[in-house]
């Protein structure tokens, strides 16, 4: 069995790091933030959804300097400002250890990925990093997902995908496999359940089921 886990909002909680990045970018460029402020709502969509959500009247040109002055601001200090949510790494050395095969499949780029994931203690418990390439390909979830699964060779019915946001669950359903929420990032259990989740979990432990889940699928 394979489990593909996003990582922003599902395995760690980068809410300060990425918040103080956008505020940034925006302050670099000499545009003020909305006036609602920058929400979490804002965690999980590629960069360039993002401020194009943040700064619907810029150009192109501006949405790719805001998104590099992100990135520069991200890679030296902005991803360290991140935790790892309670409970994460004992569920994920449980899975391990039941015999699944575990993948980080985010859409931010695969090297930011790593060192994050490096950082934070969490590279052992999985079999590889899958994220955007340095131009930005496989950023959105659906084509991130299918390129995993074409690269390792994993069979849809014995995997399942697990993140916080929409476009998670929307990249599960799009490559026709198990599709599962987690509650504890910065998605809503309606915005989980409109898009199609075939599973809620509302706390990390509830990940225990998998397997079985995945068994009874056929896989």
């Known amino acids: 069995m394979n489990i593909l886990f996003d990582l922003d909002g599902t395995l760690t909680n980068p809410r300060e790091g990425i918040l103080k990045c956008l505020r940034h970018a925006l302050h670099k460029l000499g ?36 998104v590099k002055i992100y990135r520069e601001c991200y890679s ?5 400002e991140n935790e790892v949510y309670p409970h994460i790494p004992e569920i994920l050395a449980e899975l391990k250890c039941r015999g ?37 390909e496989l950023a959105a979830k659906p084509e991130l997902l299918s390129h ?20 998670d ?12 929420g987690a509650l504890w990032g910065f998605g809503s259990r309606e915005e989980l ?8 979990c509302p706390q990390p432990q509830d990940l225990s089921a998998l397997p079985e889940t995945l068994r009874r699928n056929g896989g």
């Open 76 to 80: 030296v200090s902005g991803m360290y």
């Open 169 to 180: 669950v929307l990249g599960a359903r799009t490559n026709g496999i198990l599709a599962v």
């Open 148 to 167: 995993i699964l074409s690269a390792e060779f994993l069979k849809k019915g014995e995997t399942a995908m697990v993140g916080d946001r929409k476009y």
């Open 31 to 66: 545009i003020p933030p909305p006036s609602y402020g920058i929400l979490p709502e804002n965690i999980g969509p590629p960069l360039e959804a993002i401020f194009q959500n943040l700064l619907p009247e810029q150009d192109a040109n501006t949405i790719q300097q805001a």
């Open 100 to 136: 699944a095969r575990l993948y980080i499949a985010t859409s931010k780029p695969a090297s930011i990925a790593r060192k994050v994931s490096d950082n934070f203690g969490l590279t052992e418990y999985f079999s590889a990093v899958f994220g955007a390439g340095p131009g930005g």
């Open 193 to 200: 359940a409109a898009a199609g989740a075939d599973l809620i």
